[in-house]
């Protein structure tokens, strides 16, 4: 056993075991055993990608167990006041050649115990890892080699020993174990369905209560498709699909959208989690949905589908071209969990934005100053540390010149010795966002899958994160914002309804009837019959050529309004909407909406060409408002329809008030709206949720009754205030005086309670952690405070220049140039590849995971998603 040493200052000072015990007496209290449910962070830091196997090695916390690079441990002692960490430092070490020049037989390295990834640049044959731990105790950084089993006090033994055996708190993220997290639900072997005859269409769903189109949900007992929860998935929903679980107690629900011959996504709301369900085929068969065919079809397809898909592949990843690879800041890659390169494309266009890189990198020290205790559950820090690994250059070195003269001689020589023994630091280039995704993804069901996921629906759950995460009184993600103005005609009475509402991202149609190569199309697809049916390879595959101008102009065409009710004629009519741009953001993201299901419900992506212009001009879709002539339709709400009650509570003869959602109510009251008009809001839309309720308040907050309660005719006076029971915060609001007065008995003034009480919704654990994220100068009065949360905190969708200026947008010219491309090979969003390409200093360069390389040939016409910056005027 190795004898203990107390090393200071570099100098060797061997210490008596009684010594070293009485020494760590002190520190003996903060000194953890890892127990079930603590996340042992050994592999990487909390601020940066530094981990053992870099220069100065990792830290790990033995209080807390988080791990901290060399350049922030020390904030983390000052912060806490925590003394013993544990040091590790993976060594790579040539190995000792024979006397014939080669590599001695290989045998088991006892010196290897840390649970980390090997370096796959080096060749394992000529290296080998070893292994260092230590206990470092600060400020004086004495170190204390381990193991030393004899001479350590037992508690601190037991400690090491089960940190260094803990394993790593991504299990649930790794790309061969995340199926095994999730458990078979108890419902799925017993499940009953309803004989009732229900039928679901490959499209074209809703939600049956609130006519949503987004983040809808089957239920498999009786096949209603309600929407999930708010902010669910990036897209929103009213919770009609838990509502729902509520009244009937039917408890297995599965995901529109993610149907795929692979499976499903499945919800138990019984169980409150993602289970499996090994019968889904079964049960998504009893609503005319058919897997097992779907399954056949699929499979009987693939071997001649593999020609086109390989040469998808070729071209959007510039196979076969001798790619130069690039370096430096804004020049990193990222790694590959294991399909998350819908993460990695769409990161990579994030922060090559300037307003980004301000907000995160550039707040860097004050954001890592103030993070939270747990910085790994802190969005804010996590963002500073992504966009500080993309953008500082420490993680995109190019190889020294040494190690391409020895690469070379290696190949020349490869019978000449080497030295023997000696010690290496390769470079390691790129960065592993795991720690990121396991924050953005947690109690997501879909991110947090190991799944490949739209990048379309990652880009907008990421902006509802910068939002309701605001780092400052800039908010980054103002740049994406812009107004649509909806132009709505009852087409019997001709007359109109202007609204508006809030977006983020340009979605263009593909215009398949434009196509300007129609001839060569039917050619192919007659060849591609004849030899399918002859089973012959496949012919060349012809891509729909579509011109950008027919995508544009469908983008302005009326659209057919479902279930339209005119107020002009107090009945539903035929409706048509038109869409067009009330305000220009200062970065366009266009989206091509190539992904859609076909008859036979397998999802299909429309392969096409489009001819995307690197400079864009929209100024032609600016809206115009209210138009001579033109006359508005009148401003009366539609009848209020009250379906009968599911329990059959018939012995209730009394006309109950309308439901008012909310939820919806307390998305806008948290906006800074007065509550009797959120209300009213939500009950005058219907229910449809706080998007649409928003639009009203914008079209009716000059009226002078604006802020006066709610009134609804037939029920004999003022409607109760819902929410209010339900414990709104508004920011009018207080807390409650008791959570108020717990945390002034811990020391902090009262108006920093109030604050942080509000900004957490009273969750009294977060207000803590916001409190000492968010330190404010002890003589700032409470009024003050509460105007900076309503500056720092105010909700994404709305957040507002001046109280009721209406949305923050950055309006201006609607000329744009191109700047970035996000492009997808496979044939759905659930399967395939995701590859960036970013203009930066003048050329186009390609970020495909862990490779970053000047581009040759940017396969700008393939792209799915892309990105525009404003033309300055």
Request: proline share 7%; charged share 25%.
């Amino acid at each position: 056993m190795q004898r203990a040493a107390l090393l200071g200052g570099g100098r060797d000072a061997p210490m008596a075991a009684a010594d070293l015990g009485e020494m760590l007496v002190p520190y003996m209290p903060t000194i953890r055993v890892p127990k079930a449910g603590d996340r042992v962070y050994k592999a990487e830091c909390a601020f940066s990608y530094d981990s053992p196997d870099s220069e100065g090695g990792l830290y790990v916390c033995m209080n807390t167990f988080l791990g901290f690079g060399r350049e922030h441990v020390e904030r983390h002692y000052r912060k806490t006041g925590q003394c013993a960490y544990m040091h590790l430092k993976r060594h790579v070490i040539e190995k000792v050649t024979g006397a014939a020049g080669g590599a001695l037989p290989k045998r088991s390295n006892g010196k290897l115990f840390l649970d980390l990834e090997t370096n796959g640049d080096l060749n394992n044959d000529d290296y080998e890892y070893e292994d260092e731990a230590k206990l470092v105790i600060f400020p004086d950084h004495y170190e204390i080699s381990l193991p030393n089993i004899e001479e350590l006090p037992a508690l601190v033994t037991i400690a090491c020993d089960a940190l260094l055996s803990s394993k790593s708190p991504y299990r649930k993220q790794d790309p061969d174990s995340w199926e095994e997290e999730l458990q078979v639900s108890k419902h799925a072997k017993s499940l009953v369905q309803l004989d009732n005859g229900v039928r679901i269409p490959p499209s074209g769903w809703k939600c049956s209560k609130c006519d949503l189109r987004e983040n809808l949900w089957l239920n498999l007992t009786d096949g209603s498709v309600l929407c999930g929860k708010w902010f669910f998935d990036g897209s929103g929903g009213n919770g009609h699909a838990l509502e729902h679980y509520k009244e009937m107690g039917y408890p297995l629900a599965v995901k529109l959208g993610t149907i795929t011959p692979d499976g499903a996504d499945v919800y138990s709301f019984e169980e409150e989690e993602a289970v499996l369900d090994p019968h889904v085929a079964k049960h998504l068969a009893h609503f005319g949905i058919d897997m097992l065919q779907m399954q056949g079809t699929e499979n009987s397809l693939r071997d001649n589908d593999i020609k086109p898909r390989v040469s998808e592949w070729e071209v959007i990843q510039e196979s076969g071209m001798k790619l130069k690879p690039m370096y430096g800041p804004g020049y990193t890659g990222m790694k590959n969990l294991g399909n998350s390169c819908y993460i990695n494309a769409v990161m990579q266009a994030i922060f090559s934005i300037p307003e980004f890189q301000r907000a995160y990198v550039g707040n860097l020290p004050r954001i890592f100053d103030y993070s939270p205790l747990d910085p790994t559950q802190d969005f804010n820090t996590q963002m500073v540390k992504l966009g500080h690994g993309l953008l500082s250059g420490q993680y995109s070195k190019p190889p020294m010149k040494s190690e391409l003269i020895e690469q070379v001689m290696k190949e020349e020589h490869k019978d000449c010795s080497k030295p023997t023994g000696s010690h290496r630091n390769p470079q390691h280039n790129g960065i592993s966002p795991r720690m990121f995704k396991a924050l953005i993804s947690k109690g997501h069901p879909e991110f947090s899958s190991n799944r490949q996921q739209d990048a379309q629906e990652l880009f907008l759950h990421l902006i509802n994160l910068v939002e309701r995460n605001p780092v400052g009184s800039e908010n980054p993600s103002d740049v994406f914002r812009f107004l649509v103005e909806e132009r709505t005609q009852c087409c019997q009475s001709r007359k109109v309804r202007y609204t508006e509402r809030v977006d983020y991202i340009m979605q263009l149609p593909v215009a398949m009837e434009a196509a300007t190569n129609k001839d060569e199309l039917i050619a192919y697809e007659l060849k591609r019959r004849e030899a399918e049916a002859a089973r012959r390879p496949p012919p060349e595959l012809v891509r729909a050529r579509i011109p950008f101008s027919a995508c544009l102009q469908a983008f302005s065409e009326p659209n057919n309004v479902d279930d339209f009710w005119s107020s002009a004629l107090q009945a539903k009519s035929a409706g048509v909407k038109t869409s067009c741009f009330a305000s220009f953001p200062e970065y366009l993201v266009v989206q091509i909406k190539k992904f859609t299901f076909g008859l036979d419900w397998i999802p299909k992506k429309l392969d096409v060409s489009i001819d995307m212009p690197d400079l864009l001009d929209i100024n032609h879709l600016r809206a115009t408002g209210l138009q001579p002539g033109e006359e508005e339709l009148p401003d009366i709400a539609p009848p209020i329809v009250i379906p009968d009650d599911p329990k059959d509570h018939m012995m209730n003869h009394f006309m109950e008030l309308p439901d008012i959602d909310d939820s919806s109510v307390m998305q806008l009251a948290e906006m800074g709206f007065p509550l009797e008009a959120c209300r009213k809001a939500v009950y005058y839309t219907g229910n449809l949720g706080a998007e649409v309720a928003f639009n009203w308040i914008i079209a009716h907050m000059e009226e002078p009754d604006f802020a006066e309660p709610l009134i609804i005719p037939g029920f004999g006076g003022v409607a109760a205030t819902g929410a209010a029971g339900l414990g709104v915060i508004g920011l009018d609001n207080q807390p409650p005086e008791e959570m108020v007065a717990i945390v002034v008995s811990m020391g902090f003034q009262r108006n920093v309670a109030i604050q942080a009480l509000k900004a957490t919704n009273n969750n009294l654990e977060r207000a803590l952690d916001w409190i000492f994220s968010h330190p404010e100068p002890e003589e700032e009065s409470e009024t003050a405070s509460d105007v900076m949360y309503m500056e720092n905190n105010a909700n994404a969708n709305i957040l507002t220049e001046a109280g009721s200026e209406g949305p923050r947008v950055r309006d201006g010219s609607g000329r744009y140039e191109l700047f970035g491309f996000i492009s997808h090979m496979g044939t759905s969003t659930m399967s395939g590849h995701y590859v960036c390409h970013l203009k930066k200093e003048g050329r186009w360069v390609i970020y495909n995971d862990l490779k970053v390389c000047a581009s040759e040939r940017p396969p700008k016409d393939l792209g799915y998603i892309y990105f525009y910056h404003r033309i300055p005027s």
